[in-house]
């Protein structure tokens, strides 16, 4: 199974400042074919489900603000929340998709400093 | 708008059974991919299981091999889990997610509201 690891646990930083997250599969997350990174990140705030902000590590789905990026490649994967707002308050997890069974991280909480 | 509604958490003793449902709404519902995943109580996500849009493919997590079944009634746009030998562990929110595409790789764009499960004498 692949392993995602997640740092830091928790983090909290001022509004309008930047938030950084990063992720990391235990094997590569790239699949050669197409070239594409099968790692998502989700958000998720309390009594709420999951939300998908990324997939291929670096689009942003539909209607996500783009103060919210992904980067990244192979196994080593950044989530950057560039000013953080108050809506933005939640637990964040990322997600690979290449190997059955999927696999999420441990999440990491994000609050306001 | 996609729209996806779990049904049938509630309590169970340990080693009963429970049948989640997922009713879907809003695409073509043969067309995807759908998964089961569970969060427990304060904990992260654990993927369960995943069905192919015709129903004729399923994997599981190693954690409920043997004792969960996917199944989908693609007439009625419903996914289902039957939980089998429940165990204290399987207590949890259990969502139901959309693959995004054609592929058993595809990312999970749409979840429900998710069903308490609670498994307790």
């Known amino acids: 199974d692949i392993v995602m690891t997640q740092s830091p646990d928790s983090l909290a930083v001022s509004l309008g400042e930047r938030a950084t997250i990063n992720c990391k599969s235990s094997?590569?997350?790239?699949?050669?074919?197409?070239?594409?990174?099968?790692l998502a990140w989700y958000q998720q705030k309390p009594g709420q489900p999951p939300k998908l902000l990324i997939y291929w590590a670096s689009t942003r789905e539909s209607g996500v603000p783009d103060r919210f990026s992904g980067s990244g490649s192979g196994t080593d994967f950044t989530l950057t929340i560039s000013s953080l707002q108050a809506e933005d308050v939640a637990v964040y997890y990322c997600h690979q998709h290449y190997n059955i069974p999927f696999t999420f991280g441990p999440g990491t909480k994000v609050d306001i400093k | 708008e996609v729209h996806l509604l779990e049904s049938g958490g509630g309590l169970v003793q340990p080693g009963g059974s429970l049948r989640l449902s997922c009713a879907a709404s809003?695409?073509?519902?043969?067309?995807?991919?759908m998964s089961w995943v569970r969060q427990a109580p304060g904990k992260g996500l654990e993927w369960v299981s995943v069905i192919s849009g015709s129903g004729d493919s399923t994997h599981y997590a190693d954690s409920v091999k043997g004792r969960f079944t996917i199944s989908r009634d693609n007439s009625k746009n419903t996914l289902y889990l039957q939980m089998n030998t429940l165990r204290a562990e399987d207590t949890a929110v259990y969502y139901c997610?959309?693959?995004?595409?054609?592929?058993?790789?595809?990312?999970?764009?749409?979840w429900g509201q998710g069903t308490l499960v609670t498994v307790s004498s």
């Open positions: 094997q590569s997350v790239l699949y050669s074919s197409n070239n594409k990174n099968y």
């Open positions: 809003g695409f073509t519902f043969s067309s995807y991919d």
């Open positions: 997610a959309k693959g995004a595409g054609a592929s058993w790789y595809s990312v999970l764009d749409y």
